[in-house]
């Protein structure tokens, strides 16, 4: 995935971020969700790598609840 991030201030720059994202279901209603930053995969062009933000590993479980929404 490729994200652009950006801060309330007009002193700091947007930063773009690629990542891949994972979902798993564990049980019946209940999923894990997480994102992992790629930074640092060669381009395909030149050979170099892209200079660009690096997000850290997060994630979050979503879990189905009886009255249709999720927590």
């Not at 790629?38 to 395909?44: A, H, R, T």
């Not at 660009?52 to 979503?62: A, H, K």
């Amino acid at each position: 995935m490729h994200a652009e991030l950006q801060v309330l201030s007009p002193l700091v720059p947007t930063r773009e971020v690629r990542f891949l994202r994972f979902c798993k279901q564990h049980a019946e209603g209940l999923w894990a969700v997480v994102d992992v930053s790629i930074d640092g995969i060669k381009d395909n062009q030149n050979g170099a790598g892209y200079m660009s933000c690096r997000r850290l590993p997060s994630g979050c479980v979503v879990q189905d609840m009886p009255n249709g929404y999720s927590k």
